[in-house]
């Protein structure tokens, strides 16, 4: 089934929440931990709400904000959110005293803000929405599940569905994720995706999706399937998927003017976007979006959020020159790790 | 009309039973599972009860055929999973888009706790292998990959609604025709974790707790696991036996009040329960049970109390919490308590509410306090709340 | 007791992340909860370790924190009753 995306609200690495200052200007971060660049949150919640927030709600609540402030709608009918790690820092927080303190002297804020439904219950409760309201956390498919129960909802009668994904890196995580090799030791060149190396960067944000299943004026995007492939037999599996997807989408090959790509500059993680560009994606522009918000689980939110800039605004920023206009149909591939594959079809309205 | 969803198998370990016979039993027999802390390590032994299921890591791993190496929860998921497809008739999913959903709060927070006692005093330190399954969806992957199920898999994590709406979202799809089957609930272990984070809620009974009393003093914590086979009707037809019940509806709402206060009318439990009914094409007299969320905390009941009173008034259904003996199992109490509703409507029984004694003082109703056979068990609510104000109802009916 | 009032004050704000707040911005007899500060029953979790740990009084029930916390000076004085160091001397 295919939905609209009425607005859409962004923080990642790049300064995606403010659609000028992402043309202007591409941010270049050292390092293999990229920090999203966070608004004064004073302009999105108020700052009684705000003192128990943890970084990860901030985001969250800030990028939902933004997009129910584009769409100009002030109450959605619906909240799904999707998030694999969870509220690390407050995990973090209430795990280390709970250890230190030999489990006693403990105070709650901590604990009851690490539930992973804390950011859905969060906007809910600033927004005083009474409605469906649902978290999943399912690594690599935390979005993409997200969205389709959104998807869901849209088809059994609702009218606006907010969707989106938050992750957040920290300090802990970063050392512990790095224990596992999953980040470049020492980065010389933040294009990532340039060259091959053993690991990729941290990322993290935040993205979130106004949903409806009617073509509402102003709508940006249509989003008009994702499907989603769990730990794939073969590279020749994947493709075959995506070919069939595409078929599903009754959108020729031909029709795809370009693939946002999840590839992550790590050799062995890339094995099957190399095989699909010379596969499937033959002669396609492919822009690997994780060289601008960097390796999360869900990720995917801001190769979305990039698609609905790209397809809506008709045009690129000058420092990402290769995307062609007019572009009617965007498909992304992410996938993390290879055992999570998800794929998108966006076009223009 | 909405295609129907059926119940065609179940499986729940818990406190009271390693499998749905067992719980069954102990219902019977009005045993409570809540005991002195014997298997989680935690410095709380001795001074907090909890419901444990009794049995070693290592002997839940031969039981599942996993490594004993595995998280709590995983190990209690994989168990009852493996009983709900097994009571299905389920050995194979060749030709059916089946899904497995399912919920958790902790994840593999019970090795994450170990990995940082020791990463704490230095950064290099600690067993990788103890954090590796530490997302909530390690643990559906775990066991989906051990059941053999890859067509669509998902976790859900909205605190102690999470298998309530687990299950919710495979009726859903098999609603929309997206799956033939959904193995649908929730497992949660006890953890340090979630022992501590509640002891600073102030809301653990020291006691045995007593939902629904005038004098509850809170919650007792416990864990376990509970799914369904949730399937369509063809598939139904197909596996020669007959249904527990059918899914007729489901709703969830949130109370948008506080991060962990239930709102004093109950807001969201009303929402809830009314709009499932709603969904179900019921109306409140039709329904013959209500299994309570019911912790017993203060909080918790007075605002389910009141929501049931604003829907039911003035004829109340029997109900009852079966948290008096399984304690809050957290992530899997929906998926446990779904199991339950569907055992009551397929025996015709009514669970007694343990350690009632006196009636709060702002209700007009009371809970069933001993055991009950021979009942007309047609229509039951289940409920489900959590932090979040998360809300969640199911309908379960007679097939 | 003004000096009690004053350390209660800054230990609340710094506790409970009250940034935009300075210690002079709340009353004595202020009120903490709801229509006062805006406080909530998590931040009178806070404010019973606050208290069991910098002054080493235990408040068992949490029905008890509306009482005892009900502003600045209600605080104060449950502190000073109940002291232990006050008793041993």
Known sequence: ?349 | MNPPVFVAGLGVVSAIGLDAAACLHSFETEEAGMADIKILHTRQRGKLPVAEVKLSNEALAELTGLSSGMPRTALLSALAAREALADAGIFNFKDLRAGFISANTVGGMDKTEDFFESFMMNAAAGKLRDVVYHECGSITEIVADHLGINHFISTVSTACSSSANAVFTGARMIRHGLLDLALVGGADALTRFTLNGFNTLMILDKSFCKPFDEHRQGLNLGEGAGYLVLVSEEIMNRLNKSAYCRIAGYSNANDAYHQTASSPGGTGSFLAMKNALENSGLVPGDIDYINLHGTGTNNNDIAEGTAIKLLFDPVYPKMSSTKSFTGHTLGASGGMEAVFSALAIRHGIIYPNLRFETPMKELPFTPVTKFLNHQRVKHVISNSFGFGGNCTSLVFSAS | MDKLMGQLKRQIIERLNLKDLKPEDIGDDQPLFVEGLGLDSIDALELIVLLQQDYHIKLDKAEDGPKVFHSVRTMADYITKHSPAKKAS
């Open chain 1, 1 to 349: 089934m295919q939905v609209y995306i009425r607005s859409s609200g962004n923080i990642s690495p790049q300064h995606s929440l403010e659609k000028d200052l992402f043309f202007a200007h591409r941010e270049m971060q050292d390092g293999n931990r990229w920090h999203a660049v966070e608004p004064e949150y004073s302009r999105y919640v108020d700052s009684k709400m705000i003192r128990r927030m943890s970084r990860i709600v901030r985001m969250g609540v800030a990028a939902s904000k933004a997009c129910l402030d584009e769409a100009e709608v002030r109450m959605p009918s619906g909240i799904v959110t999707g998030t694999a790690y969870g509220c690390l820092e407050d995990t973090g927080i209430f795990l280390r005293r709970m250890i230190d303190n030999q489990e006693e002297l403990l105070t709650p804020t901590a604990f009851i803000q690490s539930t992973h439904n804390t950011v859905g219950a969060q906007i809910a409760l600033l927004l005083k929405c009474h409605g469906y309201n649902n978290t999943i956390v399912h690594r690599g498919f935390s979005f993409e599940n997200a969205l389709m129960d959104a998807m869901l909802l849209l088809r059994e009668g609702m009218d606006n569905v907010l969707a989106g994904a938050i992750d957040e890196i920290t300090e802990d995580s970063h050392a512990i994720l790095s224990r596992f090799g999953l980040y470049i030791p020492a980065i010389d060149n933040p294009e990532i995706t340039a060259k091959t190396h053993k690991g990729s960067v941290a990322g993290e944000g935040a993205s979130f999706f106004l949903l409806s299943s009617q073509e509402i004026h102003g709508a940006r995007a249509i989003l008009r399937g994702i499907s989603t492939i769990y730990k794939p037999e073969s590279l020749a599996g994947v493709e075959s998927r995506i070919h069939a997807f595409l078929k599903e989408s009754s959108v020729l090959s031909d029709g795809i003017g370009l693939v946002l790509s999840g590839a992550n500059g790590d050799g062995d993680h890339d094995e099957i976007d190399n095989y699909l560009s010379a596969t499937a994606f033959r002669n396609k522009t492919i822009v690997p979006f994780k060289q601008l918000c960097g390796e999360y689980p869900t990720a995917s939110g801001f190769a979305l959020w990039l698609a609905v800039l790209l397809i809506s605004e008709q045009k690129t920023p000058d420092w990402l020159p290769n995307v062609s206009f007019p572009l009617r149909n965007i498909l992304i591939h992410n996938h993390y790790d290879n055992n999570h594959h998800a794929l998108y079809l966006i076009s223009a309205c």
